[in-house]
């Protein structure tokens, strides 16, 4: 059984920092590609980070976001700096088999958590 579980979540003011986790089981993650999204109140799900052959991020977090493995792969962490009101939302962890993959589209993940919330006040 796949599961995604995402921890870590919370209430920060801006300028904060807070470190989201993502534990993963049922299949071998190290080989899957690693991401995060997040939906804030009222809008549609968007693109965060992603790891997989390459490292890449949403212009909206580049410089204050860092997406990460753990030593043993099948943990996925999210750090994230400078936070800002703007970065209010439920983060998800996602995972596909596509490992090589850029794509930062929703569509481009096959494995979902539930989400944590991260509400940042000003």
């Known amino acids: 059984q796949v599961q995604l579980v995402e921890s870590g979540g919370g209430l920060v003011q801006a300028g904060g920092s807070l470190r989201l986790s993502c534990a993963t089981s049922?299949?071998?993650?190290?080989?899957?590609?690693m991401g995060w999204f997040r939906q804030a109140p009222g809008k549609g799900r968007e693109f965060v980070a992603a790891?997989?052959?390459?490292?890449y991020y949403a212009d909206s977090v580049k410089g204050r976001f860092t997406i990460s493995r753990g030593s043993a792969k099948n943990t996925v962490y999210l750090q994230m700096n400078s936070l800002k009101p703007d970065d209010t939302a439920v983060y998800y962890c996602?995972?596909?088999?596509?490992?090589?993959?850029?794509?930062?589209?929703?569509?481009?993940?096959?494995?979902w958590g539930k989400g944590t919330l991260v509400t940042i006040s000003s």
């Open positions: 049922g299949r071998t993650f190290s080989v899957y590609r």
């Open positions: 790891t997989g052959g390459s490292t």
């Open positions: 996602a995972a596909d088999r596509d490992y090589y993959s850029d794509s930062m589209s929703v569509d481009g993940m096959g494995y």
